[in-house]
């Protein structure tokens, strides 16, 4: 659906709406229904997680994670594709390893969460590992591109092609997110010589914008004629850089045809804006925009402490003042974030990770975790009571 007509029909929509939706109208009321606020949670690692030992708990029962998290109040399921992870197999050392978040993969990810009932948010890296606002290194299948025009139609046909495999298996997700983290840009790290530039903090914004729109309009093209027409969101990392990155995607990039501002949240690590700062931030972007405003990523960790021989990533920092590193903490922050967010009018919050618990699984850092200790299950795979600010509509 274009944004003409997404403007044109919910003209009118209540303040605290944040934007876009596609909620139809209450039947015999004549008034849109409040849009159900997006509870999300990222999943991307379960399948591999399983694979290598993970049991998940409740109250000592195992239980699919999936279906745990629909039955504690998630409604949406992120997914991370990466374009060929190849890599997956060097780091276990055997080339019949699956290539975790590689397509089928994904796919399977993606049936997981429809057979729970739940949504799906597809994130599409545009890398063959992590992208994030230190690394966006290009595909090495693109590695060799020099004009811009030939990356665009590369972007474009991947994009198109992802899309139309999955609407061919009934996979089409509900929202494509164009990028992950891309505060300066996409594919801009590493590259070869002569590698077009799109690095929107170098005034690149002219081909970065036009590389995200080709994705875009891939995203539009391969959902014409589908039941699902996915939303697109575009995804920064920190507060602090919201403001600014969508004012200039819009009127540099001349980015306009997205549904979702997103952005990642990390207390402990963006701290510029205040957790008491963020709902006026919120809604002063969801004004500016007239868009859906979500936050993509966030966590919060329940204890400082760790399960394995893996150097956790967050904890090491001072908690914030009145929510220690306790369950009770964690519960309380969820419940804090989330309650602000739905008065500033934001339309969802997705949760990182909560399943990555301690396996054998492997990635280039280390064996286990880095994230046991801001998931949703103790250290013996039990769920903690976190999950409960998921319910609480």
């Known amino acids: 659906m274009s944004v003409a007509l997404l403007l044109f029909f919910f003209t009118g929509i209540a303040a605290f709406s944040c934007g876009r ?31 290598h030992g993970a049991v998940y708990r409740d109250k000592g029962v195992v239980t699919d994670p999936f279906a745990l998290m629909k039955n504690n109040g998630a409604n949406t399921v992120r997914v991370r594709l990466w374009h060929h992870p190849q890599w997956v197999r060097t780091v276990y050392g055997n080339p019949s390893t ?22 799906v948010l597809l994130d599409l890296h545009y890398s063959d590992s992590w992208a994030d606002p230190s690394k966006q290194v290009p595909p090495a299948a693109w590695a060799a591109i020099t004009s ?67 994705a875009i309009q891939a995203v539009r093209d391969a959902s014409a004629n589908a039941a699902v027409k996915p939303l697109i969101a575009l995804h920064v990392a920190d507060p602090k850089n919201v ?15 997205f549904d979702i501002a997103g952005f990642s949240y990390y207390p402990l690590w963006h701290t510029e804006k205040s957790l008491a700062s963020l709902p006026a931030l919120v809604t002063r972007l969801r004004n500016s925009l007239d868009r859906q ?51 500033a009018g934001c339309n969802g919050i997705f949760y990182w990770e909560p399943a990555w618990i301690t396996s054998t699984m492997k990635d280039p850092w280390g064996t286990g975790s880095s994230w046991e200790n801001a998931a949703f299950f103790d250290f013996n795979g039990n769920l903690l009571p976190v999950a409960g600010y998921m319910n609480r509509q």
């Open 98 to 119: 699956p290539l975790y978040s590689g397509f089928e993969d994904v796919a399977r990810t993606i049936q997981r969460s429809k057979n729970q009932g739940m949504k």
């Open 148 to 214: 811009l025009s030939v990356l665009r139609d590369s972007v474009y046909n991947y994009t198109f092609s992802v899309l139309k495999k999955l609407d061919a298996r009934s996979l089409m997700p509900d929202m494509v997110q164009i990028g992950n983290e891309i505060n300066c840009g996409m594919m801009m790290t590493g590259t070869s010589a002569g590698f077009p530039g799109l690095n929107g903090c170098n005034n690149q914004w002219s081909s970065l914008g036009s590389v995200i729109n080709s």
């Open 243 to 257: 403001e600014w990155w969508f004012s200039q995607a819009i009127s540099q990039g001349k980015i306009l045809d």
């Open 21 to 51: 939706n596609n909620e139809p109208e209450t039947p015999g009321k004549g008034e849109p229904t409040k849009p159900v606020f997006t509870m999300g949670v990222d999943l991307s690692y379960v399948n591999q997680l399983e694979e």
């Open 293 to 343: 405003v979500m936050i993509l990523e966030t966590a919060y960790p329940w204890t400082n402490l760790g399960n394995d021989g893996y150097t956790n990533l967050f904890g090491s920092q001072p908690p914030l003042e009145g929510f220690p590193f306790t369950p009770q903490g964690q519960l309380d922050f969820m419940v804090k974030l989330t309650e602000d967010m739905k008065e």
